[in-house]
């Protein structure tokens, strides 16, 4: 089946749609760096695109497409084996989404209610820096963790491109440098609003008027906002179960793993070779931490062929990419479904994410390693 | 006495009340602190400084995720490295320890270095920098706790800890942490809000700290207690006294203190830790000489080094633990030599004496360990071998033990008296008169010793060897001391001879002997016969392999003397010291034989016929 590469791809697809629309924005909140009205001129062109026609409907299938298959990850995952940054991720995207459910809804409803106001980013910065500073607080959280979900992702998966090399040494600064100019920008921009609404009576009393009236529109659609909250917790709930249930359903089929040089692995039938390596603190590269994409897991089988589950096309097109040898498989892969499997790892433990970029340079490396072990 | 009891259960009184005050009004100041801080925070002021903590945190993040991006590698090749030894697995600790305070240092740098530079709203800096040093405190903490007691490594452990028993003393350990931190951090920080909350901070504090103590006191018994614990650690020694015990009184005490004075408290909780420390110090040293193969009753010991690093820890700990109590005391150490409180004085003479006790037991432990090891990798001396280079080792190295504990001693009472302060120069002064007039009483101790010296120094026999000094006295060397040498005579009388009466030394058991014994055969015998017959023997006794070995040289004899009615042969060999005898009594066996083969007879000389040529 084609399936494992399909969901990859339009999960890394629909994150990268996801991140140009925050990156957008925040590139925006950035210009209030200069002044607020620069940082108005500019949102025709970086924010509102986003909020009209065939973009707006990019950027909600996109979030549906993204939310709904970080909770198929969780689901389709065997354990809980996970490193500190897929913890993170993990954490993070799952926050996501009822932080920005209030950001969202308040935004529609003053769209709705009271055209224009919420064009104005003079307006917007008003409400969060004056009248409403809770927003302001839910709206900086948001931005530390859809920035770092979607720095994580980013990272991970451009570290194992060949043109990281290239590319590397702009992107990274690049990842820290939009958020930090965005709040520096969101800070600026703040304090020239709050200048103004201490000069401005006018503009003070037209602002209080349509937060009065946003702020009674919004506590109606309070219900709408638990309801999606608890609708979200719901399908979290239920993939975690579904997770549960599978750890449930093996956890008395134990399965061993013997690996070069002696060590063992224990676990439950229908654990990857990977996750049954990190379970028992047996030392095996991973740099993509088990999606299968950096090939730096993979193993030679050298005996229990017949007890792994099938190599699936993502599998398949990693192996190739990384010019593996027949009887090789990637151990983030190949589930263990009896008892005998035996296995060499390939790659040192350190092996890191050049070890991806250039798979060749690092070929060599493992028989030496593994003559070195033998004798 | 009475007076001084009763100012401190005084001011223990006060401490109470004043803490009870605290717990009685904290609800409703944490109230009313928490509306401030509300207030404070839902306003453009509270915006702008969340709005530059959250660009700190991404600074002091991308600062360490670039820092990582080079780290990571070598972090993941130490700890896939298999640690072989606990030596090599502190190396490694070290150096992983070592990555990952880099980062954490790189990133508290990051975040305290920018946030200079922010126009935060009036305190808000310092709660910044407070936080961040809190931070910096916690993740120390985890850092240090993981490499030390590495959950989930066994192999990494520094310190000897049960693997079922590691996560859990872990988590513990990062509990009792983060509530001191807690305790010690937020109260401050509450005290200089706005609401001015001082109860709240002081039950905050208080709560704080009596959590850390609870935390404390269970983990006593949770991790060291009963003797699951001890078996654990493969203790070579008896089950003793079970540590939980001290340990949770040390806990209780230090707690107790801080609770009756809050001043003293430090320095109570210091020694506490000194004597938790060393308590524990010795199978922590040990751990790192453990050999995995050893059995459980058997004391693994690496000879001399963990000796020397147990009480080379031992003062460390105690020295640090003393410098600790002078800071938390306040005391400017420069000034503390020219205090003018005769205590003081005393205190650090008294100190300066335990340095130099404890630098003379650290030599001291090492020449003994060294020097009993080697005597014991010698062995006992073998009376029936020839000596070889070990016998002079076995020999001095005794000697060199108990020079060097005379030496330690003088040294050590002699620095002490001038640590104390105590002018030696009068008293080395005066000794040196009376050691000329001891002398002269015993010059002839002064002979024996500067004799035997020389002796010794000239290798002029060994341990084992047999000697004969001049007017009769000889036999085996026994015993060797500074000033005479025991004898063995080998009728079995014990000689104890000075050296300055050994004279003239004959060693009869260097390097070879030449014996010689007569042949009386009857004067008709052939001599050139006979001649060849022992030479023969000889050959043989050099081919048998039970007596080959003692022959240095063959076996040869040659007509010597001619008496009347008798040959004389006189024969001849050269062998080890102390063979010859071994070696005569079977050429003469070997030669009985071969003569009757010979159907000769050995010449009877009780009665020689003379003929008269008539």
């Known amino acids: 089946m084609r399936g494992g590469s399909l969901v990859r791809n339009v999960r890394l697809v629909s994150g990268l749609v996801l991140l140009t629309f925050v990156t957008c924005h925040l590139a925006n909140l950035a210009i209030g760096l200069h002044s607020l009205a620069e940082m108005e001129a500019w949102r025709a062109t970086l924010t509102a695109p986003w909020t009209r026609g065939a973009a707006k409907w990019l950027l909600v299938a996109a979030a549906a497409i993204h939310l709904s298959l970080g909770l198929y990850a969780v689901a389709a995952r065997r354990s809980l084996v996970l490193s500190a940054t897929d913890v993170a991720q993990l954490s993070l995207g799952l926050l996501t989404p009822p932080l920005l459910i209030a950001h969202v809804i308040a935004l529609a409803t003053a769209i709705a209610v009271a055209p224009g106001f919420a064009d104005n980013y003079g307006q917007i910065q008003a409400v969060y820096w004056s009248f409403a500073p809770f927003y302001a607080f839910l709206q900086l959280f948001v931005v530390v963790v859809v920035w770092m979900h979607g720095a994580i992702g980013l990272y991970s998966w451009l570290v194992l491109k060949p043109v990281w090399r290239r590319i590397g040494g702009l992107v990274l600064p690049v990842l820290f440098a939009v958020p930090i100019l965005a709040l520096l920008g969101f800070a600026q921009s703040g304090q020239e609003v709050l200048d103004r609404l201490s000069s401005d009576p006018a503009w003070r009393d037209m602002i209080l008027e349509n937060v009065g009236r946003i702020a009674q529109a919004t506590r109606e659609l309070g219900e709408l906002q638990s309801r999606a909250i608890y609708a979200y917790a719901a399908a979290v709930a239920v993939a975690f179960a579904i997770l549960a249930a599978r750890i449930l359903r093996h956890r008395l089929k134990p399965v061993t793993v013997a690996y070069d040089g002696g060590a063992r692995a224990h676990g439950r039938y229908g654990l990857s070779i990977l996750e049954l390596s990190r379970l028992n603190d047996v030392p095996h590269a991973h740099v993509c931490s088990g999606r299968g994409r950096c090939g730096t897991c993979r193993v030679r089988i050298d005996a229990g062929a017949d007890l792994l589950s099938a190599p699936e096309d993502l599998e398949r097109d990693t192996l190739a990419r990384v010019q593996a040898g027949p009887g090789e498989r990637l151990a983030c892969q190949a589930q263990v479904l009896g008892e005998g499997v035996q296995v060499t790892r390939l790659l040192p433990a350190y092996a890191d994410a050049s070890a991806a970029r250039a798979p060749l340079e690092w070929v060599a490396e493992p028989t030496a390693a593994a003559t070195e072990s033998a004798t | ?614």
Request: net charge positive; charged share 15%; glycine share 8%.
């Open chain 2, 1 to 614: 006495m009475a007076g001084w009891s009763l100012e401190l259960l005084a001011t223990a009184k006060l401490r109470l009340e004043a803490l009870t005050l605290d717990l009685a009004r904290a609800p409703e100041e944490a109230r009313s602190s928490a509306e401030a801080a509300h207030a404070t925070l839902m306003s453009g002021m509270g915006v702008r400084g969340a709005t530059y903590l959250v660009i700190l945190l991404f600074i002091g993040v991308a600062v360490e995720w670039l820092y990582w991006t080079y780290a990571y590698s070598p972090l993941r090749a130490l700890l896939a490295t298999p640690a072989q030894t606990p030596l090599q697995a502190l190396r490694l600790g070290l150096k992983h320890l070592l990555l990952r305070v880099s980062g954490l240092l790189l990133f508290t740098a990051a975040v305290l270095g920018t946030s200079a530079a922010f126009n935060w709203p009036p305190r808000v800096h310092e709660l910044v920098v407070v936080a961040t040093v809190m931070l910096l405190v916690l993740r120390l903490s985890w850092i240090s706790i993981s490499v030390v007691i590495a959950p989930g490594r066994p192999q990494r452990r520094l310190v000897p800890v049960a693997p079922r028993k590691a996560r859990w003393l872990a988590a513990a350990l990062l509990a009792t942490m983060f509530l001191l931190a807690a305790g010690s951090f937020l109260p401050p920080i509450i005290e200089s809000g706005h609401a001015h909350a001082l109860h709240f901070a002081g039950a905050l504090h208080l709560a704080a700290y009596t959590g850390a103590a609870a935390l404390l006191f269970v983990g006593a018994f949770a991790f060291f207690g009963g003797p699951a614990a001890r078996a654990g650690a493969r203790s070579a020694h008896a089950p003793l006294f079970p540590r939980s015990f001290p340990l949770a009184l040390l806990v209780a005490a230090s707690y107790g203190v801080w609770l009756l004075n809050e001043r003293a408290a430090a320095v109570t909780a210091i020694f506490a830790i000194v004597i938790a420390l060393q308590i524990g110090l010795r199978e922590m040293v040990y751990f790192y000489w453990r050999s995995d193969d050893a059995q459980p009753g058997q004391d693994a010991d690496g000879g001399a080094l963990p000796a020397i690093v147990l009480s080379l820890a031992r003062f460390v700990v105690a020295l640090a633990g003393i410098g600790a109590a002078a800071l938390a005391l306040d005391t400017p150490l420069s000034s503390l030599a020219e205090s003018a409180s005769p205590w003081v004085r005393i205190g650090l003479r008294l100190l300066g004496v335990a340095v130099l006790a404890l630098l003379a037991h650290g030599v001291w432990i090492a020449i003994r360990s060294v020097v009993d090891q080697r005597l014991a990798h010698i062995g006992p001396v073998n009376p029936h071998e020839p000596p070889d280079a070990s016998s002079r080792l076995l020999t001095l190295l005794p000697l060199l033990r108990v020079t060097t504990a005379v030496l330690l001693v003088v040294l050590l009472v002699l620095s002490s008296l001038w640590a104390l302060g105590i002018e030696i120069t009068p008293l080395l002064a005066g000794a040196g008169v009376l050691g000329i007039a001891l002398g002269f009483g015993a010059q002839a101790l002064v002979r024996d010793v500067i004799a035997g010296v020389f002796f010794l120094a000239e290798d002029a026999f060994r341990v084992g060897e047999y000697i004969e000094g001049s007017g009769n006295t000889k036999g085996n060397v026994e015993r060797i001391t500074l000033r005479s040498v025991a004898l063995r005579h080998h009728n079995g009388p014990l000689h104890f001879v000075p050296y300055g009466a050994l004279g003239t030394v004959r060693n009869t058991s260097r390097d070879w002997v030449i014996d010689k014994f007569n042949l009386p055969l009857p004067i008709e015998v052939e001599s050139e016969a006979i001649r060849k017959m022992i030479k023969k023997v000889g050959e043989d006794m050099k081919a048998d392999p039970a007596i080959g070995p003692m022959m240095l040289e063959a076996l040869k004899g040659k007509l010597y003397r001619i008496d009347p009615g008798v040959k004389v042969f006189r024969c001849k060999f050269r062998s080890p010291p102390g063979k010859q005898f071994d070696v005569r009594a079977n050429a003469l066996k070997r030669i009985e034989a071969a003569l009757k083969k010979m159907d000769l007879h050995f010449a009877d000389g009780t009665h020689i016929l003379v003929k008269s040529p008539a």
